[in-house]
């Protein structure tokens, strides 16, 4: 009778290394989903391009008076470019209760890898697909009067980034609680619309009623949206009454917030979502 050969199992000692390698594994994993669903960029970028070209076109005629001018595509450009990413990155991460379900997400748990490491992959390859899907939105720049200006589409692109990155990142929140894949679609539907419509996305932040004013405020999408239309209209000739009615800017007061601290408030709203994420996850599997 011999004896069986028993096989060692050579466990990676925890480094710093084996953490990045494991969340760039989780991001390839995104991108070669994407890579293989063609029919996802069709569907994610109809609707910003219909909210683009038909509510704008339908709406621009009504609205130009109060522009200074300004065409109103040109207005609504950026708050549609923050669309093209937002239902994207949300499911990217509410993508995570499909995964639970066939038992992916299992495996990728009892790995020995932080998860940490799994959920800042999964928050990379979510705000990677949105930022590549929203390349489709920006060429079409040019049809709504802005110009292309390099410099000004990688500004656009790291600020989609971000904010792709925090939106990734409130979906793996919400999906931490979700156990069944018929009750995602309803709970991002329900959380991000309200989300992109108190943002400014689709209307200045000049003279609205008070109560509107402190919600959009206190929107984390608002300094998202923000930063993105503050690029676009640098770009765009127009009078300074014209932008102090179509970007004024957000205000705490009589305090303005500078663009580079409302692109603080995306980091560390990110930042804070992820580390809620890690906490959910490891207390719910």
């Not at 009750?183 to 959380?191: D, H």
Request: net charge positive.
């Amino acid at each position: 009778m011999t004896q069986a050969t028993i096989a060692r199992v050579v466990v990676p000692k925890p480094s710093l290394a084996h953490e990045v390698r494991a969340t760039l594994v989780v991001w390839e994993r995104e991108m070669i989903r994407f890579q293989r669903d063609p029919a996802r960029v069709v569907s994610s970028v109809v609707q910003p391009l219909l909210f683009l070209f038909v509510l704008g076109g339908g709406l621009g005629a009504l609205v130009q008076a109060g522009t200074g001018g300004v065409d109103f595509l040109s207005f609504l450009f950026p708050g549609v470019l923050a669309m093209s990413v937002l239902f994207t990155a949300a499911f990217a991460g509410i993508s995570m209760v499909w995964d639970r379900e066939f038992g992916f997400l299992r495996e990728m748990l009892v790995a020995p890898i932080s998860t940490t490491s799994i959920l800042l992959g999964k928050c990379l390859g979510g705000a990677s697909v949105a930022t590549i899907q929203s390349v489709v939105v920006l060429v079409l720049a040019g049809l709504v009067g802005v110009p292309y200006d390099i410099p000004m589409m990688l500004e656009l692109l790291a600020l989609l980034f971000l904010m792709s990155f925090m939106i990734t990142a409130l979906g793996l929140v919400l999906a931490s609680r979700v156990k069944q894949v018929q009750s995602a679609m309803p709970l991002v539907q329900m959380i991000i619309t309200p989300l992109m419509f108190l943002s400014g996305a689709l209307f200045p932040l000049s003279r609205l009623p008070g109560w509107l004013t402190v919600v959009t405020h206190l929107n984390p999408m608002t300094y998202a949206v923000e930063p993105v239309r503050a690029v676009v209209f640098a770009r765009l000739t127009i009078s300074p009454e014209a932008r102090a009615i179509l970007d004024p800017g957000i205000w705490w007061g009589s305090y303005q917030v500078p663009v580079w601290m409302q692109v603080g408030v995306v980091i560390v709203s990110a930042a804070i979502l992820l580390f809620a994420a890690v906490k959910l996850f490891a207390r719910t599997e």
